[in-house]
């Protein structure tokens, strides 16, 4: 079984970058889809973005195009999230998550088996 540990997080001034890892073990991350999701208090998990197997695919929810990028480094077995011009409302805590699947990453929070703990992302205006 594979185990997920995200890190990275922490207060930011709007307009500020992190870089999330999602470091895994127990199992190789070669043949699964990565994901982001983030959930702020009082509100739903919702997807933010995911990478292919592969890492040539990708996707991104409206709200982070052109802000954020996810990557892979499978050699390290790790997936990240490099998140950039961060606003306020990017506050949140980031879960990363995968799914051994081919294909084209999914982005429903259903789709995704194995989950991190998650890291706190808090944006300062």
């Known amino acids: 079984q594979v185990q997920l540990v995200e890190s990275g997080g922490g207060l930011v001034e709007a307009g500020g970058s992190l870089r999330l890892s999602c470091a895994a073990s127990?199992?190789?991350?070669?043949?699964?889809?990565v994901g982001w999701f983030r959930q702020a208090p009082g509100k739903e998990r919702d997807f933010v973005a995911s990478?292919?197997?592969?890492?040539?695919?990708?996707r991104y929810a409206d709200s982070v195009k052109g802000r954020f990028t996810i990557s892979r480094d499978n050699a390290k077995n790790t997936g990240y999230l490099q998140m950039n011009s961060l606003k306020p409302e990017d506050t949140a805590v980031y879960y990363c998550?995968?799914?051994?699947?081919?294909?084209?990453?999914?982005?429903?929070?259903?789709?995704?088996?194995?989950w991190g703990q998650g890291t706190q992302v808090t944006v300062s205006s």
């Open positions: 998550a995968l799914r051994y699947e081919f294909g084209d990453p999914p982005t429903g929070l259903n789709d995704y088996n194995d």
């Open positions: 990478i292919g197997w592969l890492g040539g695919s990708t």
């Open positions: 127990g199992r190789s991350i070669l043949t699964a889809a």
